[in-house]
Every structure is written in structure tokens, then in C-alpha cells.
């Protein structure tokens, strides 16, 4: 008999106890199980957290319209988070946003800005093309459109939606330099470029090529087409390294800045139409070492995301607004926590000449309830 082989369990309990896998084996299934049950479930509650909000605004898209109607349209911007890039914000829009929208059947333009200012300078670029079609200054149609026989019926942008505090400041001050810019173009400012001198040729007949650096000789014989000639053969042939050389040098000269529009009180005026209603939506983007175990939550808890973003693109989906009060202008506040060590607090300070023209859009009084399948049958029986 062998010693050393392992007696066989006679009880349920050692039977059951001795056809379980390892140690090891037991804390890799119950860890893959535990990411596994952690994601599945955040994946169901995500889908049905979006199912409830897109049946909220469902009963928008089933409205009817006639026959030259047009769906409502918002103009969106997004730029990147601090210390982070824009992929974020754009997967943000596409998983919390853009199914609301859908669900709306709203029309939309995102637009983005890469760096800060970019949406400064396009906010402000509309008010005042509005300012200017108002005043008579600009025509309200493009060169392609006066020109066809028939105009098709686009869409206007009747409100303004931003992803973050970030480019809600940039809208704003978008809107004050819109409303203050002079209406006149600036004059164009024409760039003066230097010609290089004519190298006349040196007593001995050598003719000097300021490219390469050398010299061709010439006889006394030698007419002018040649010397042309030659000069032209000499810099075709020259040594790459030149070339390069001159391209850097091309590269190294300043870019002409882009013409500023005056501002000023006397120039203050506001589109017809007014300034877009805003929408914002909070975007809490984390980021840094000390805010890991935050995404480690929320990664097994998107759904978050849907109550708050999903619900804030309802306000705007419903297009029920009010007017910005000073208090208004902290909205965000609490997403500068998180970016404190890539930049600095963002302070929006507008005149109030500006903010009382701007509305915000806010939760609808009345949210009407979605109907069922069984109430939708009975009533179209009806």
C-alpha cells in the first residue's frame, strides 16, 4: 500500500471539496466573475436609464408638422477638457447626448474647438454676421444661393448647447464680443514682401549665386543670356541641404495675425432675433492619479452619467428657458475641483447689458407621461 497517495473522501463535503479547482485557479474565476457581473449589470441599467429619458422626449418627435416645417436645430460646442484631449468630450456627447437628441428628433451642428478661443471667435463671428444682415451691411444669402433658381429650406439654429464650463465661458464672452464689434470690415492689411537684391556680376566675370554659395566664371564674350542661363542651371542643381535650408528659412518668418474688429459701448447692438438660448450640460471629466478610485467607480457606473447628462439635454430638447441671473454665471463651479492642476478657475464676467439678453434652458413644468403600447393601440382604434 502506498503511503503516500491521498486517502479518497468518503463524505458529500470532501467529494464536493476535493473537485474544486486551486487557490489560484478560485481567485481568478471569482475576479473575472466579479468584472464580468459588474459590467453586465451597469451595461442593463445604462440601457434602461437611456430608455427612460428617451421616452420622456419621444412624444416631441411624433408631433406633427407641415409641409414646410423644418426640425428644430441646436448648434453644439465642444472643446477638449484641461489635461486631457477631445476624443473624451466627443464619446461624452455620443453616449449621454446625442441619443437624446435622436429621440427628439432634433437636428444638430457640432462644432469644436482645439484650443481656447477658437469657439470665442466663432460665437462671436455669427452675432456679428447677424448684426450686419440686420443693418444691411452683408446679404442674408451666399453668392451659390442668390444665384439658384430655387433656395432649399434649411434648418436655423434657434438655441446654443455646451459640454462643459469650459465652453460655456467661451460662448459667453463669444456673445459679448459678438454684440460690442464694429459692423465695418477692417481694412485688409497687404503684406509687404522684400525682393532680394540683383548680385551684379564681379570685375573678374564670376557671377555670385547667393543660393549655393559659388561661383561661375565667365569670358568677356559671354553675352547676357548665357550669364541668365547659367545662373538659372546653377540654382536647379543646387545641394538639397540648400533647399532645405531656404525652406526653413520661409517657415521662420512671422505669420501675419488676423485683423482685429474694434469694440467698443458706441458699436453695442443685438441680433433681431436675440442671443440663442444656452444649454448646459455637466461634463466631469476626470483626471490625475488622485481621482483614480473616482474612475474606477464610474466605470461600473455609467449610468450616472445618463440621469444627469441625459436630463440635462431634455431641458433643452423641450426648449422651455428663463432669464440668466448673476447667480447663473457659476454654473460648473463644481468641475473646477477637478482640473485645478492644469489650469486656473474660470471666472465669467460678462457686462449686464449682455447677460439680461441671454436665456438659459431649464426643466420643463410639465413633462408629459409616455404612453404605453396598449394606450397607443386604443387610441388609434378610436
Known amino acids: 500500500m502506498d503511503n503516500s497517495s491521498k486517502p479518497v473522501p468518503t463524505t458529500l463535503a470532501g467529494k464536493l471539496r476535493a473537485r474544486l479547482p486551486g487557490r489560484g485557479w478560485m481567485i481568478f474565476w471569482g475576479t473575472v466573475g466579479t468584472i464580468g457581473a459588474l459590467v453586465t449589470r451597469d451595461h442593463y441599467m445604462t440601457v434602461d436609464a437611456k430608455k427612460r429619458v428617451a421616452d420622456k422626449v419621444d412624444i416631441l418627435a411624433k408631433q406633427s408638422c407641415g409641409t414646410l416645417d423644418v426640425p428644430r436645430k441646436v448648434t453644439i460646442y465642444i472643446m477638449p477638457p484641461p489635461g486631457d484631449g477631445i476624443h473624451k468630450t466627443r464619446h461624452y456627447f455620443k453616449q449621454f447626448v446625442k441619443p437624446v437628441f435622436d429621440a ?19 460665437v462671436a463671428a455669427d452675432i456679428r454676421k447677424k448684426r450686419q444682415i440686420a443693418a ?81 566664371t565667365s569670358t568677356d564674350t559671354t553675352s547676357a543670356q548665357d550669364i541668365t542661363t547659367q545662373s538659372k542651371a546653377d540654382t536647379t542643381t543646387a545641394s538639397p541641404a540648400a533647399s532645405e535650408a ?8 512671422p505669420a501675419s495675425e488676423p485683423v482685429k474688429i474694434p469694440q467698443d459701448e458706441e458699436f453695442f447692438s443685438v441680433p433681431p432675433s436675440g442671443l440663442e438660448p444656452v444649454g448646459y450640460i455637466p461634463f466631469k471629466n476626470l483626471v490625475g492619479f488622485r481621482n483614480f478610485h473616482k474612475k474606477l467607480f464610474a466605470l461600473f457606473n455609467s449610468y450616472d452619467c445618463v440621469e444627469y447628462a ?55 413644468t410639465h413633462i408629459p407621461e409616455p404612453k404605453t403600447a396598449a394606450v397607443e393601440e386604443e387610441v388609434e382604434q378610436h
Not at 154 to 160: L, R, W, Y
Request: charged letters at 30%; a negative charge.
Open 310 to 364: 441625459g436630463g440635462s439635454a431634455m431641458k433643452i430638447a423641450f426648449a422651455e428657458t428663463k432669464d440668466m441671473e448673476k447667480e447663473d454665471l457659476d454654473i460648473g463651479k463644481d468641475e473646477e475641483p477637478l482640473f485645478k492642476k492644469y489650469r486656473g478657475p474660470i471666472d465669467i464676467n460678462i457686462p449686464d447689458r449682455v447677460r439680461e439678453q441671454v436665456k438659459l434652458y431649464v426643466t420643463p
Open 136 to 216: 444691411g451691411k452683408a446679404p442674408a444669402l451666399t453668392e451659390e444661393e442668390q444665384s439658384a433658381k430655387i433656395v432649399a429650406l434649411k434648418p436655423v439654429s434657434d438655441g446654443i448647447v455646451v459640454l462643459g464650463r469650459v465652453a460655456l465661458a467661451e460662448v459667453l464672452k463669444g456673445y459679448q464680443d459678438g454684440c460690442f464689434q464694429s459692423l465695418d470690415d477692417p481694412e485688409p492689411v497687404v503684406a509687404v514682401t522684400e525682393m532680394a537684391p540683383d548680385v551684379p556680376p564681379t570685375q573678374d566675370g564670376a557671377l555670385l549665386i547667393e543660393s549655393t554659395g559659388s561661383a561661375e
Open 104 to 122: 427628439a428628433a432634433m437636428d444638430y451642428e457640432v462644432r469644436e474647438g482645439l484650443t481656447e478661443g477658437q469657439i470665442q471667435s466663432m
Open 246 to 253: 531656404a525652406k526653413n528659412q520661409d517657415s521662420e518668418k
